[in-house]
């Protein structure tokens, strides 16, 4: 093997290996907004949930009157 080969051999690693990191990176990115987003629906949930709940509770004081 010559000199020129091991260098160019090298620099289609490094390519290689920047390539593989940055796919790593964006599957992590992504599962990472994932999460955000099912947090996001949850919390709109419980705060839905809230607003029902005092909702009901003034429907029921303004029948009452």
Partial sequence: ???GDMTKSDTINTENGSEMKQ???GRQLSRMAKVH???DMSHGSQNLR???KESRAHNNQMTAV
């Fill in 37 to 39: 987003d099912f947090l």
């Fill in 23 to 25: 796919e790593a990176e």
């Fill in 1 to 3: 093997m010559l000199a």
């Fill in 50 to 52: 809230a607003t029902q």
